[in-house]
């Protein structure tokens, strides 16, 4: 950690985010202070979360939920579970260090953890959205194809998984959407839905199910984030990883872009939507052979 914070602040990153487990540190607590002085002195910003859970635990609750999941689609289902099974007050007095209360939240962070960024990337398997289409050769990637080979299946898994990560900055209550744009190998965007820089949070965002239509001039998309962040000019035949199928709002700005292939971490269904985003003209142009989709699943990995 110490040698790679240098090439860290040495490239210039001014933020450090921390997944919710970092081994390293379990193991480095002698180190723990000179660390800490080292970023204190850095401009580096950090996002820390370091659960007060004794390693026996994080590594209970990893095996058991492996074992156990059926779907991982259901985030708080999945923290439910995890918390009947390890949080009992005499159980958890075995387990857990530091404040009680903190103890149990970091449980709850840990097992959404687990249920949306880490498990998947260990289950996921990756389908062709729609068979037997011709893609335009000026879009096609057609060397990445993670159902078939195992290297851009991890590639692909672990993007998506960044995906997943980058919506914990959303201010959106309900739904988080992030992307990752990844040209010959690089990522070259990353995205997540957003108000506008400098804005300042208003009701609409606090809108209930009823008043959705309200807040939707007021977002940024993911992919219109990533898209317009993006350090690559030309992205024509890139990979685009997405959290959701892109609305109706995003596809032809994912298409005029020139991106020919789009990774789901859902599978690409039919959305039954009562409200002004569409999620069929994406489908369409699927099926049209605008873009060649991949569906990731995480169903039935027990
Ligand atoms: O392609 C897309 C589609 C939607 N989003 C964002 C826009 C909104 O903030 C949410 C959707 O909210 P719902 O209340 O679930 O309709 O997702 C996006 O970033 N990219």
Known sequence: MLTVY???E????????YPPVEPE?????K?????ESLFDAAQIVQNVFFPQLKKELVTAVEEELSAKATSFNYVREFVEKVS????????AKGVIEGPFHQAKHDLENLSKWFAQ??????????????KHIAIPSERATSAFDPENDLHQRRIANHLLALGRMTVQYTVEPKTGVGCVIMKDNDIVAVGWNDFPLKSIEESFHYATDQERDGKYPFFIHAEQNALLARNAKDVTGTVIFVTKIPCHECTPLVKVAGIGTVVLSTPLKPVQEKYSLNYDTFREEVERGTFICYEASTENVS
């Open 84 to 91: 009947n099974r390890f949080w009992n007050d005499e159980y």
């Open 6 to 8: 240098r090439l860290i």
């Open 117 to 130: 960024i880490y498990l998947p990337l260990k289950h996921s398997k990756f389908a062709l959205a729609a």
């Open 10 to 17: 040495m490239a210039g990153v001014r933020k450090v985010s």
């Open 25 to 29: 540190y379990y193991e480095a607590r």
């Open 31 to 35: 180190e723990e202070k000179r660390i």
